[in-house]
């Protein structure tokens, strides 16, 4: 059973910069696709973005592309998200979560989800 641990959620000014950590255990990240979604209150679970199993193909939202980063390393086993100039409209909780299906935009194929980390950005 694969669980994922999120980290590095905090309340940040607009402009800073945080880097996310998705550390998983009981499989390796390479062996999935991992995605990020992020919720803000009251709105549904939107795509942020996601890395293949090989690594080789890489996707972004629109909102986030040029300012975030998804990265993996396989030797921690970890799923890394850092966000650069970040804006009051990223203010939400940040979920890591793996596919076992496929690389995807939707999370419908992504079936294990951590417990989200806050990200709050102040204008």
């Known amino acids: 059973q694969v669980q994922l641990v999120e980290s590095g959620g905090g309340l940040v000014q607009a402009g800073d910069s945080l880097r996310l950590s998705c550390a998983a255990s009981g499989g390796t990240v390479s062996s999935y696709a991992m995605g990020w979604f992020r919720q803000a209150p009251g709105k549904e679970r939107d795509f942020v973005s996601a890395?293949?199993?090989?690594?080789?193909?890489?996707m972004y939202a629109d909102s986030v592309k040029g300012r975030f980063t998804i990265s993996r390393d396989i030797a921690k086993n970890t799923v890394y998200l850092q966000m650069n100039s970040l804006k009051p409209e990223d203010t939400a909780v940040y979920y890591c979560a793996l596919s076992r299906a496929y690389y995807t935009t939707d999370p419908s194929p992504y079936n294990t989800w951590g417990q989200g980390t806050q990200v709050t950005v102040s204008s």
């Open positions: 890395i293949s199993s090989s690594g080789g193909r890489i």
